[in-house]
């Protein structure tokens, strides 16, 4: 099945995150394209040394995004008459992992933030895991990671999937975690590949809308905190 066309993206990209060692900066409500363009620039400013290391939130209009995972395309479900009903997106994409839904009412998490300090991809994505967990504990849910898995579940339910890009060891891509978002259009893929599990939302499992501006302060509390001791080689383990 072909992706359904998507826009071109903006000339320019938001303005750049302030200087400085860290920044968390949030885009907003952005089609996916356009996000994946402007964090390519934010790269090439990491990488030029024009900007420190920055967190990036957005939220998505409807989009499944295709992972590198090979086969990845065979888990989208639903033909492009539905598709274009619902008014989702397909489009690939270069991060790892396979195809995941993103929409309005989640928390994209782009870390723009270079690893040379510690080389180890497995490592960060542990530590992504980790911010998520220990976020999810402040807003009320004991979550975990599942052997094997890449992303944070509640017992057998997915609530954040995970899937990161490097480029001369500055990452791109990062986590969506689900808070307010609808999750009927789950239905029309196969989430990551896994079909032995379901997919959660903050709101489901705690009974109510949560808001969003604080879902992302307590997650990027989480994320500085732990960055610290992810880039402190002196205490690797």
Known sequence: MSP????????????????GDRATVDWGRTH?????????????????????????????EPVYTLGVRPGADRHLLWNEAELSRRGIEVVATNRGG???????????????????????????????????INALGCLGLAAGRRPGQTGIWL???KI?????AVKRWVTFHGFALNVN????AFAGIVPCGISDAAVTSLRQ?????????????????????EWRKFVDTTDVH
């Open 4 to 19: 359904p066309a998507t826009a071109a993206p903006p000339p320019a990209p938001p303005p750049a995150p302030p200087r």
């Open 32 to 60: 996916y394209v356009s996000a994946r363009h402007w964090q390519e620039h934010l790269v090439a400013q990491r990488l030029a040394g024009e900007i420190g290391d920055s967190l990036v939130f957005t939220e998505h």
């Open 98 to 132: 396979d195809i995941t839904y993103h929409g309005p009412g989640q928390v994209v998490g782009y870390p723009i933030v270079s690893l040379a300090a510690r080389k180890d991809l497995h490592a960060y994505l542990r530590f992504l895991e980790q911010v998520l």
């Open 155 to 157: 017992g057998r339910r």
């Open 160 to 164: 954040a999937a995970i899937g990161v």
């Open 181 to 184: 978002n609808d999750l009927a």
């Open 205 to 225: 499992e705690l009974g109510h809308e949560c808001d969003l501006a604080e879902v992302k302060a307590v997650v990027a509390a989480e994320f500085w905190a």
